[in-house]
C-alpha cells in the first residue's frame, strides 16, 4: 500500500517516523544539538551543522504534518509564528490583503500594527461574506479561517480560491479549528495551509508550536529562509512532543466531535443557551457548505450565555469542565471571548469539547447550567 491508500489513524501514527531497527525505540527521542559535528570536506551538502539552521526532530513531524495536507510543511514556534512568518515572506509594501473580520484576532491585530510600516491596503470580509465583485482586484494574499475562530462560520475554499487566483492573489487558510484530518485546504486550491499545532494536533495542552505548509516548493524554501533568518525555530523537545501525540489524533478527534454532538444536543432548546453554533449540527447555517468541503466535524462549538456572570457561574459549578483560552485539548474548557476584545457578546463561549466520556460530560454541563 501506499501512502495515500493508508487512513487516517495508520498515517497519524506510522507518519515521520524511521524504518523499525531492532533494539532501537519507535520514535527516536528528540535531537538536541546547536552545532553539529562537520567531519571532512567532503560531507554531504544536506549535513546539519547549525541547530538554528536544521534539526532531524523537526523533520520528522514536518514529514507527518505533510503528508497529512499534502504539501510542504515548515514548523515554526507557534501559531502566531507561523502566521507572521508567511505574511512576512508573501507581503510587499504597498500590497492589498483580504482578512476575515471574525477570524483570530490576533492576526488583525499583527497585520494592522506590526505590519503598519508595509502600508497595506488591508480589506476585511466576513467569513460567510458576501464577497462582492473585484473584492480581490489587486490583491496579494488573501487570508481565509474556515471554520473560523470564535464563531465558527465557514466559507466556500474551492470557489474563493478559483476566484483569487483568476485576479492573481494567492490563497492561505488557516486550519487550526479543523486540523488535517479535517479539512485539507491544499486539496482544494488552498496556496498555503497554516495552523496553531499548539491545539488539537499536540493535543495535550503543554505545547506552542506552529506551521505552514505549501504546495510550492520555492515558496517552501523561502520559509525556510524566512525561519533561519529570523531564528523562529521550533524547540527539539517541543517537536518530539507534538510528534508523540499526532499518534493518537485520529482518536482524540473522533471523541471530540462525538462528545460535541452530545452536547449540541442537550443545548438545543436549553432556556439558558441562544446562538448555538457547530457546523456538524444539520441546521446549522454553514452545514451543507462544511458537509461538503469537511473530511470530519471538530470538538469546537459555540453559545451564548447572558453575561459574564452567567459564565463565571457556569464555571463554578461544573466539576469538569474549565476556562482556559487555548481548545483542541483532552480536557473540555471554554472561553469567554470577549475578555480578549473580540467583537462577540458578553456572554459569547466557546466550548472545546475534550475527551472525558460523553455521558458524564453532558449531566455535568446541564447541571452546571443550572
Known amino acids: 500500500m501506499t501512502t495515500g491508500e493508508l487512513g487516517d489513524g495508520t498515517r497519524c501514527v506510522q507518519g515521520g517516523h524511521p524504518e523499525p531497527v531492532a533494539g532501537k525505540p519507535l520514535l527516536p527521542g528528540p535531537v538536541f544539538a546547536a552545532p553539529y559535528h562537520l567531519g571532512g570536506s567532503d560531507r554531504a551538502a544536506d549535513t546539519d551543522f547549525y541547530g538554528r539552521a536544521g534539526n532531524p526532530t523537526w523533520r520528522a513531524l514536518e514529514s507527518a504534518i505533510g503528508d497529512l495536507e ?45 505590519l503598519a510600516e508595509l502600508g497595506l491596503d488591508i480589506r476585511e470580509i466576513p467569513t460567510p461574506g458576501p464577497w462582492p465583485d473585484g473584492v480581490f482586484d489587486g490583491v496579494r494574499l488573501v487570508l481565509l479561517e474556515t471554520p473560523s475562530n470564535p464563531g465558527l462560520d465557514v466559507c466556500d475554499i474551492a470557489a474563493l480560491a478559483e476566484r483569487a487566483h483568476s485576479a492573481g492573489a494567492w490563497v492561505a487558510v488557516d486550519n487550526t479549528t479543523a486540523t488535517p484530518l479535517g479539512q485539507r485546504p491544499l486539496e482544494l486550491g488552498a496556496d498555503a495551509v497554516l495552523a496553531s499545532d499548539t491545539k488539537a494536533l499536540s493535543g495535550h495542552s503543554d505545547v506552542l508550536l506552529g506551521h505552514v505548509s505549501v504546495r510550492d516548493s520555492a515558496l517552501a524554501d523561502r520559509l525556510v529562509r524566512a525561519r533561519t533568518l529570523s531564528g523562529a525555530i521550533p524547540g527539539p523537545f517541543e517537536s518530539w512532543l507534538a510528534h508523540r501525540s499526532m499518534g493518537t489524533l485520529d482518536l482524540r478527534l473522533a471523541r471530540q466531535a462525538e462528545n460535541a454532538a452530545a452536547l449540541v444536543d442537550a443545548l438545543r432548546g436549553h432556556p439558558a443557551v441562544s446562538g448555538l ?18 473530511r470530519r466535524w471538530g470538538g469546537v462549538f459555540r453559545f451564548e450565555l447572558a453575561d459574564a ?27 469567554r471571548r470577549a475578555q480578549w476584545g473580540d467583537p462577540v457578546p458578553e456572554g459569547f463561549v466557546r466550548f472545546s469539547a475534550g475527551c472525558e466520556d460523553s455521558a458524564d460530560l453532558v449531566a455535568d454541563v446541564v447541571n452546571a447550567l443550572g
Open 70 to 114: 499534502g504539501g510542504h510543511c515548515v514548523l515554526l514556534p507557534s501559531g502566531m509564528a507561523a502566521i507572521s512568518t508567511l505574511l512576512r515572506a508573501v507581503l510587499e509594501p504597498g500590497d492589498a490583503v483580504v482578512l476575515p473580520t471574525d477570524g483570530y484576532y490576533a492576526t488583525r491585530q499583527f497585520v494592522h500594527d506590526e
Open 277 to 294: 453554533r457547530w457546523p456538524g449540527m444539520p441546521e446549522d447555517p454553514s452545514h451543507e457548505l462544511a458537509r461538503r468541503q469537511m
Open 309 to 335: 456572570r452567567a459564565v463565571e457561574e457556569f464555571l463554578r459549578r461544573s466539576r469538569l469542565v474549565v476556562g482556559a483560552t487555548s481548545f483542541g485539548g483532552v480536557h473540555s474548557t471554554i472561553d
